[in-house]
């Protein structure tokens, strides 16, 4: 019988990282009690099976659709994303805007939620308003990180640092240009490598006789390009960076996405789209090369002094890798979703939905109505009670949510 399992971060990042946040100790607390409410979910949630949800723990918001690059595994601008054709201009003018983030920012502390706030997009750095966003949350006592490309770092290192920024999450897909961006192809001109180094450089400057805030960390997707590379990925930043993140890539087949249509349609009433943007042929060619990549990470990692190493979701061993990347049924006992009960998904228009990656299903606007008044809507609840009395949807074994959040 496989154990159930919720998402959670490594034992060593948390030990780790626990050192950069003792001068930090509300931050901290807050970021230990959203493991502990993953932990003993169902003992502190009696009621979710009518879908009815307590507190907010993180406002996830991915604040822009533009992105400077057109990275393979991305769901949005990749291989078959599912931004594609749409027009640039249209999607800057319907973004929100930065007031009415701090309007929303005020009603949820009114109403007794201070979550933490995750930024990500698109290029987050392509948001205009972004440091009054990142200043407005740190006015409310809304822990904030953000996930960026690289792009526009260097330039705003210094309100990044200002803002008191608790967590930098940069995506790095090569210890070098050519695997780097080679990955990461920009929409036009630029060195998305550079941009990268030039980012990390600057924020590192400017924390030296600091407090270690941000943390650092670098996100990986797991491909055929950069396979062979991860442990020169750790020995090429690891003076730079905090915590590294390989995430094994999130993917459907087109069995499983016809799967996840009928079943969806089934139980909302409608077909969704979202999730034929991950449709791709960025598999590993060679498990075994993989896992042995992943096994010397970890012990690289083992010493006190070194940066730790985190896998989402953690799959190891060449029998489960290829379990992961062949088998879309198999959730490895990921099999409750906890994240439609404590984070709250915003897209750049202002459409909220329970779901980060594949936001068919949407509750309302919240330019019309606030995070509050839809967090335990009819609407929001059908989903979760869904959720919980039919199980995981065939889109969600695959899912940042189920197995990242």
């Known amino acids: 019988m496989i154990k159930k399992k919720r998402s959670a971060i490594s034992l060593d990042a948390i030990v780790k990282g626990a050192q950069i946040l003792l001068p930090h100790p509300r931050t901290g607390l807050k970021l230990a009690r959203i493991q502990a409410e993953k932990r003993f979910f169902p003992l502190l949630n009696p009621r979710r099976k009518s879908g009815c949800a307590r507190k907010i723990h993180q406002l996830s918001i991915r604040i822009t659709d533009l992105c400077n690059l057109r990275c393979h595994t991305c769901g949005q601008w990749g291989d078959n994303g599912f931004l594609h054709g749409c027009n640039s201009r249209e999607l800057k003018e319907r973004e929100v805007n930065g007031a009415r983030y701090l309007e929303l920012f005020d009603d949820l502390v009114a109403h007794g939620h201070r979550p933490n706030l995750y930024i990500w997009g698109g290029e987050p750095t392509m948001y205009r308003s972004l440091p009054d966003v990142l200043h407005g949350a740190a006015e409310r006592k809304m822990p904030t990180s953000i996930v960026s490309n690289g792009h526009g770092v260097a330039a705003l290192s210094g309100e990044l640092i200002e803002s008191g920024l608790y967590l930098l999450q940069l995506s790095i897909d090569g210890h070098n240009s050519s695997i780097h961006n080679g990955s990461r192809p920009a929409a036009g001109k630029g060195d998305a490598f550079d941009d990268i180094v030039k980012g990390l450089e600057a924020i590192r400057s400017l924390k030296k006789g600091r407090p270690g805030l941000p943390i650092v960390a670098s996100l990986t997707v797991i491909s055929r ?181």
Request: hydrophobic share 30%; with cysteine.
């Open 225 to 405: 390009q950069n396979m062979h590379h991860l442990v020169d990925i750790y020995h090429r930043f690891r003076n730079f960076v905090d915590i590294f993140v390989f995430y094994p890539s999130w993917w459907i087949s087109e069995e499983r996405a016809e799967a996840h249509e009928a079943d969806f349609s089934r139980r909302f009433g409608f077909e969704p789209k979202l999730h034929r943007g991950w449709i791709g042929s960025w598999k590993p060619d060679d498990y075994e090369s993989l896992a042995q990549q992943i096994k010397e990470l970890k012990s690289l990692s083992r010493s006190f002094s070194a940066p730790s190493v985190t896998f989402v979701p953690d799959v190891t061993g060449r029998e489960e890798l290829e379990k992961y990347y062949s088998s879309h049924r198999e959730t490895f006992g990921y099999d409750e979703c906890v994240s439609i009960f404590q984070a709250v998904e915003l897209d750049s228009n202002g459409d909220m939905s329970p779901c980060r990656d594949y936001h068919d299903y949407i509750i309302g606007n919240v330019k019309e109505k606030t995070i509050s008044e839809l967090w335990n809507s009819e609407r929001y609840l059908r989903f979760r009670k869904s959720l919980q009395q039919d199980g995981l949807m065939p889109v969600c074994s695959r899912c940042c949510g189920l197995m990242g959040y």
